[in-house]
Protein backbone atom coordinates (compact mmCIF):
# COMPACT_ATOMS: atom_id res chain seq x y z
CA UNK A 1 0.00 0.00 0.00
CA UNK A 2 0.90 3.40 -0.55
CA UNK A 3 2.21 5.65 1.99
CA UNK A 4 -0.25 8.67 2.90
CA UNK A 5 2.61 11.28 1.93
CA UNK A 6 2.27 10.82 -1.55
CA UNK A 7 0.18 12.89 -3.42
CA UNK A 8 -1.42 11.48 -6.57
CA UNK A 9 -1.98 13.82 -9.26
CA UNK A 10 -4.72 13.59 -12.53
CA UNK A 11 -3.38 16.29 -15.06
CA UNK A 12 -0.92 14.69 -15.69
CA UNK A 13 -1.05 11.64 -13.81
CA UNK A 14 1.74 11.62 -11.54
CA UNK A 15 3.04 10.72 -7.68
CA UNK A 16 5.12 13.30 -5.77
CA UNK A 17 6.47 13.49 -2.36
CA UNK A 18 8.82 15.60 -0.38
CA UNK A 19 11.26 13.87 1.80
CA UNK A 20 12.82 15.54 4.65
CA UNK A 21 16.65 15.14 6.06
CA UNK A 22 18.14 16.31 9.45
CA UNK A 23 21.57 16.98 7.42
CA UNK A 24 23.32 16.98 3.84
CA UNK A 25 24.62 13.63 4.48
CA UNK A 26 21.64 12.17 5.06
CA UNK A 27 20.02 13.74 2.05
CA UNK A 28 23.18 12.69 -0.10
CA UNK A 29 23.01 9.11 1.33
CA UNK A 30 19.33 8.88 0.08
CA UNK A 31 20.36 10.07 -2.98
CA UNK A 32 22.73 7.58 -3.50
CA UNK A 33 20.03 4.59 -2.81
CA UNK A 34 17.71 6.35 -4.80
CA UNK A 35 19.86 6.07 -7.62
CA UNK A 36 21.21 2.44 -6.73
CA UNK A 37 16.85 1.42 -6.69
CA UNK A 38 16.41 3.39 -10.20
CA UNK A 39 19.71 1.57 -11.50
CA UNK A 40 17.94 -1.85 -10.10
CA UNK A 41 14.30 -1.18 -11.71
CA UNK A 42 15.17 0.51 -14.42
CA UNK A 43 13.38 3.63 -13.68
CA UNK A 44 14.16 7.32 -13.25
CA UNK A 45 11.67 9.30 -11.73
CA UNK A 46 12.40 13.12 -11.72
CA UNK A 47 14.02 14.77 -8.22
CA UNK A 48 15.12 17.92 -7.49
CA UNK A 49 16.45 18.81 -3.92
CA UNK A 50 17.82 20.83 -1.98
CA UNK A 51 20.22 21.54 1.19
CA UNK A 52 17.61 19.24 3.57
CA UNK A 53 14.92 17.93 1.35
CA UNK A 54 14.37 16.26 -1.58
CA UNK A 55 11.12 16.36 -3.87
CA UNK A 56 10.81 13.33 -6.04
CA UNK A 57 7.63 12.96 -8.94
CA UNK A 58 6.92 9.50 -10.44
CA UNK A 59 5.01 10.34 -13.86
CA UNK A 60 2.92 8.21 -15.32
CA UNK A 61 4.04 6.31 -18.79
CA UNK A 62 2.82 8.60 -21.46
CA UNK A 63 -0.28 8.04 -22.61
CA UNK A 64 -1.32 6.57 -19.74
CA UNK A 65 -4.19 7.85 -17.23
CA UNK A 66 -2.57 6.56 -14.21
CA UNK A 67 0.95 5.48 -12.87
CA UNK A 68 1.80 1.76 -13.36
CA UNK A 69 1.97 -0.78 -10.41
CA UNK A 70 5.78 -0.76 -11.62
CA UNK A 71 5.86 3.18 -10.38
CA UNK A 72 3.38 2.68 -7.57
CA UNK A 73 5.99 -0.03 -6.48
CA UNK A 74 9.07 1.93 -7.16
CA UNK A 75 7.27 4.54 -4.64
CA UNK A 76 6.80 2.04 -1.48
CA UNK A 77 10.30 0.97 -2.09
CA UNK A 78 11.67 4.66 -2.31
CA UNK A 79 9.91 5.02 1.09
CA UNK A 80 11.24 1.74 2.48
CA UNK A 81 14.69 3.46 1.69
CA UNK A 82 13.98 6.71 3.68
CA UNK A 83 13.52 5.65 7.47
CA UNK A 84 17.27 3.78 7.16
CA UNK A 85 18.81 7.02 6.29
CA UNK A 86 17.16 9.01 8.83
CA UNK A 87 18.44 6.40 11.35
CA UNK A 88 22.22 6.53 9.98
CA UNK A 89 22.26 10.55 10.34
CA UNK A 90 21.37 10.60 13.76
Given at each position: ??????????????????????????????????????????????????????NIII?????????????REFA???DALY????????
Amino acid sequence: MLNSEWQERKRPARLERRYSFDSFDGLRDFLDAAADLSETMSYYPDMGFGRDYVNIIIHADEGADAVSDLQREFATKLDALYPAHLAEAA
